[in-house]
């Protein structure tokens, strides 16, 4: 079972076609052709970029953490990882990785989750399920909440103890680490660069992240 599977890009950054900072807290979303492969920067390290993916020919069928382990019989995610769809659709493949581990089963945080976990007084900070309602809202009025699946936490580190527990560890992730995904079909990628405060995932300190963009 390939748990680090750290595999360098051959791509250059000066081949990209697009590249772009967000900032911690902010959010991004564009689709992909097929072929195209977008890379996701940890600029400064050990920050937790939350991740959705929706067939953009058909939006309904969203990114599934069930099917995308159940696939690779893998909790964690890493090169040669197939991120699937809730039909079983194969939706993209991690195709390069330097970070070596990423979490489906942690999910995003929410008001809701920051007021049980943390303390009530946390519950009217910014959130990535906010972050990525802003996102889709603004992309297509017709999304809603239903929308939002259980997503894919990039450079966050989440390890399941040996007794089924979660535990959201201080991060494997380094300044520069970066993931690669290739589209396999038309797929719409929707990040919320986590603006957390409350965890060590990502020390306490949210910082930017880059994405680019090559052709096939
Ligand atoms: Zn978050």
Known sequence: MAVFNRVESPRLVEDAIYSEVIQAGDGWLR???PGQVLRIVDLEGNQAADTLLYDAENPEDHYSAVATIAGQSNIYLSTGSVLRAESGKELLKIVADTCGRHDTIGGSCSAQ????????????????????????AQHDGAYTKRDLAPNINFFMNVPVTKDGGLKFDDGVSAPGCYVEVQSLGSSMVLISNC???????????????QVLIWEK
């Open 195 to 209: 603006p957390q405060l409350n965890n060590p995932c990502n020390a306490y300190n949210p910082t930017p992240i």
């Open 113 to 136: 989750s920051n007021s049980v976990r943390y303390s009530h007084d946390k519950l009217s900070m910014h959130n990535c399920r906010d972050t990525f309602m802003l996102q889709l």
């Open 31 to 33: 689709v992909l052709k």
